[in-house]
């Protein structure tokens, strides 16, 4: 039972220690029980908790809402507050929807995604995350929307340097479009980098220039789910920021409020927004949505990524991380594969490297590794996934605060015996 948590450690009520190697879920990106943090939301606190934003704006959302849009890409200028990513993400598939409408295109409503991926666990967020049976519970209740292939190409045997390469899985793109009617496409949503689903997967070169290419030439809103990427976890505040890419819609969540409160947004193009307001507005009522409170902790949570350059940090550190794991690859076979950007880092652990077979899933291996490195102190993330076809892969994410003397890899050499 967790007791207290302070910078990268967390303590349960037996006064054991841990390093919180995920930061939750991809969460607490700036540590835990940060002062500065915890400051604004007592002195938020004292003025008021909550005020419906119907009523009345605050400072503290005009605040984030500018600083936010600061650090958008150019052109998306407008902020939608919300309380979680399931929540930003259904509300850039409504807003790309209420575009369409302006548009005059009820035809799109197509909203085309990548298996495997993760985008929430709200009914409209499940029809678009590619995990097959998190959906199947609800059907017939269930939206069935088109899934392209996420580009995997280490389980693909290519070379995901050669943009040849992201060409390849940009075409699927393109042939899933117009398989079902260009002019029926309303959107594509994206992780930047994968997240709980492909573990830390980084695309291939070219992929994501080229599917920006593909949705421009087929009017398909792109949108950027950096619900995990977002807040700096990949050495960009933004994830796409790696390939230059600018989307049509994105959403944040999880570091975003750092853990301190529940607050996720949509950001859009400023044109979209517009054109939606002009036709009526973009009507959804999230109670909780812009509330002072978590605005305030989110204004503090930005300001102490820039002052300390957490970003920088977590860019520095996630190259020794990814150092560290690559050396332990080579003492153990076990483990297939090392990935990631920044401080968004996963192993993969393979019966055999070069087939890339899982292990067999009566080992259970991604929960027992947990289970070891729990033992021995430390907190990791573990899937067992590739769409239900694989693989146990672990995320590595501490807090963007973590410096190397504390050494989150050193316990895997526990696992020596199953090698
Ligand atoms: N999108 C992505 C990429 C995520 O990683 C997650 C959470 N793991 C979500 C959406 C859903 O966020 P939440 O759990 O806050 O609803």
């Avoid at 993400?89 to 369409?100: D, I």
């Avoid at 002019?183 to 997240?195: H, M, N, Q, S, Y």
């Avoid at 291939?204 to 030439?217: D, F, K, L, S, V």
Wanted: some cysteine; charged content about 20%; hydrophobic content about 40%.
């Amino acid at each position: 039972m967790l007791d207290r948590a302070e910078g990268i450690y967390m303590w349960d009520t037996d006064g054991k220690r841990y390093i919180d190697g995920s930061s939750g879920a991809m969460v607490s990106n700036i540590g835990h029980s940060n002062p500065a943090v915890l400051d604004a939301m007592r002195a938020q606190m004292k003025k008021s908790t909550f005020g419906y934003r119907l009523h009345f704006q605050t400072e503290a959302s005009e605040l984030l809402a500018a600083k936010t849009a600061a650090l958008a890409p150019e052109g998306l200028n407008k902020i939608f507050f919300v309380s979680g990513g399931s929540e930003a993400v259904e509300s850039t598939l409504k807003m790309a929807r209420r575009y369409a409408l302006t548009q005059g295109q009820s035809q799109r409503f197509k909203m085309i995604s990548r298996y495997p991926s993760y985008h929430g666990c709200t009914l409209g967020a499940l029809a678009i995350t590619g995990y097959a049976p998190m959906a199947a519970p609800f059907d017939p209740m269930m939206m069935r929307m088109p899934k392209v292939a996420a580009p995997r190409a280490y389980l693909d045997g290519l070379d995901a340097d050669d943009p040849a390469t992201g060409l390849h899985y940009a075409n699927m793109l393109e042939a899933k479009i117009l398989e079902e009617g260009a002019d029926t496409v309303l959107a594509f949503i994206v992780e930047p980098v994968g997240g709980a689903s492909t573990g830390a997967l980084v695309p291939p070169a070219g992929y994501m220039q080229r599917i920006r290419e593909i949705c421009t030439h087929y009017g398909v809103l792109l949108i950027h789910d950096e619900v995990m990427t977002g807040g700096g976890r990949t050495g960009h505040f933004f994830g796409a920021e790696h390939w230059g890419v600018v989307p049509d819609l994105v959403s944040i969540s999880k570091g975003f409020g750092g853990g301190y409160v529940p607050l996720g947004a949509m950001i859009a193009r400023d044109d979209i927004v517009e054109a939606v307001m002009s036709a009526g507005g973009f009507i959804q009522s999230f109670t909780y949505a812009g509330n002072p409170l978590a605005c305030a902790a989110g204004c503090a949570v930005l300001d102490e990524i820039e002052k300390h350059d957490l970003t920088g940090n977590g860019a520095r550190m996630g190259d020794v991380l990814a150092q560290r794991l690559h050396g332990l690859m080579q003492r153990y076979p076990l483990i297939g594969d090392v990935r990631g950007k920044g401080l968004l880092t996963a192993f993969e652990l393979m019966a055999d490297r070069d087939t890339k077979a899982p292990l067999p899933a009566a080992l259970n291996a991604h929960s027992r590794l947990v289970d070891i490195a729990y033992d021995n102190g430390l907190i990791i993330y573990s899937r067992r996934t590739r769409g239900g076809t694989s693989g146990d892969h672990f995320l590595v994410c501490p807090p963007m605060i973590w410096c190397s003397r504390t050494r989150p890899a050193t316990w895997l050499i526990s696992c020596r015996s199953w090698a």
